[in-house]
């Protein structure tokens, strides 16, 4: 069983978990629901020991400083909501290094087979991850955590922009790891995945709200079981002669299927596969940021929120772009509709004269973030120019998704200034550097050139929900034309004795080139037939 008791986590003045508790067990699948920004995320992070102010334990083993790495090396795998990789190894590196850190032989054949298990047998072992569809990278990180022999996988988000079919691939994998008694554990906000979770736990008023099994999914299997007693009764009732005349024409029927279609597949599959290749890694990218963990010292590199993200330095930088494949490294702001440090967490679009009203806690908000001229983002077969909204906000403004060039009105708030200071001194007497963005509200009126899905274009922004893209170079105009305005209000500026200064950005998305590797690549396979 695990279990997590007295779970205390607060950034800054928001708590997000006031003695919370927590207890699951192997051979089920645990799902953790809630509204957005209510700290899914956070928890998942509380079962790989980021927060000491708990107690984790594991069939009654009690997680602490000492046995922390061989924990984490040994018994978990943990799954980000972006699928993230590691962008410079190889697909077969990946299972290599895994190996290697348990100090263990390289087993090629159990990499094999678990690439079967999961459907991706076929792929090429030298391409990068980065190759591969959003689908197959999601079963291609459960493969790895098959391979880890790890007893617990926790995984943030797994159908997250996935369409039906890969939806029931995922799935399937998890009803694989629950009949192998591994412990799994998951956020979700996908109906299909909620319908089919054995233990919920729901996030209210910073607690675990548990919910028993689900008796609705049970009551689905005996509908299910009664059909098919129905379809094996009207069989039985058949002769010998008719049974044989059925097998007959299904085979000659599926060997005529099974011809033609190969025929087909393989002279289309020739041409496109190159080209299907080269459009995913045009739509590929990375976002980074200098994260700066307050709680524990240690700085990663991933996108976060600007209170506790660092500056990354003019070496840092060059070192990224030094990277192979790197062919350039962009600043990446967005502008938000609500401001939680304020209070602010209700917005309004205005579209055709009609308001429409969103509550971020109850369903989310809409976000303004750039895109850029790299990404090769199409629409119709055209390369989008102009703004765009995502099709889910299209949705709940109640546009056509085939119209153009209509208006909103949507008010943001607009980076202006920032202050940085020192945080609360942590466990280990350490003092990290936070920062405070200081914004100013400003009333946008854009035109809306395209309405787009996720199959269009994929970041974690879009498929988060409600989101504007803008050019690049119009989102930076306005946000250069409003920088070191007056803000709305200096928050707790004055209290912390910071300096005021202009405010720039602090995290970045990557350009990153694999179209000559996917080449090569096609290259080296048609020499090998």
Known sequence: MIEIKHLDIQFKQQVIFKNANFKTCPGKITGIIGKSGCGKTTFLKALIYQYKNQILSIDKHVITEKNKEDYLLHCVSYIDQFGTFFENMKIIEHFEFISQLKKQNFNQNKMLETLYLVGLDAI???????????GQRKR?????????????????????????????????????????????IITTHDDFLIEHLDIVYEIENKQFCCHQ????????????????QRIKKYFFYKNQRQWFQFLLVMLLGFIMTVSISIN????????NQLADGIERANKAEVYTGKMNDAFFGNDGYFIGDQINNLDISDDELAQMKAIKHVKGVYPFDVFDTINQMQNVTTTSVYCKGNKVNFDYFKDGSPLVAPYYSFQNIKVNGKKLKGNAISQSLANKLGIDKDEKNFKISVEVYIPVQQYSYQGEM???????????????KVKLDLEVDHIISVDDYYNEFLSAGYTILMPEKSFYSLLNQYNNQTPDSLLDAKELNATITPYHSKNYVIEVDRINNLKNSRERNNKDF
């Open 124 to 134: 090429d072992l030298k391409n990068y991850p980065s190759s591969l569809s959003i």
């Open 140 to 184: 291609f990180l459960i493969a790895l955590a098959m391979f880890k022999d790890a007893s617990i996988i926790i995984i943030d988000e797994p159908t997250a922009s996935l369409d039906q079919e890969n939806k029931e691939i995922i799935l399937n994998l998890l009803q694989k790891l629950k009949k192998d008694n591994k412990y799994i």
């Open 213 to 228: 099994e689900i008796k609705e999914v049970q009551q689905v299997l005996k509908i299910e079981k009664t059909k098919h």
């Open 264 to 271: 087909i597949s393989d002279s289309i599959l020739q041409e």
């Open 426 to 440: 942590n466990e280990s007497g350490l003092k990290a550097e936070m920062s405070q963005v200081l914004t100013k």
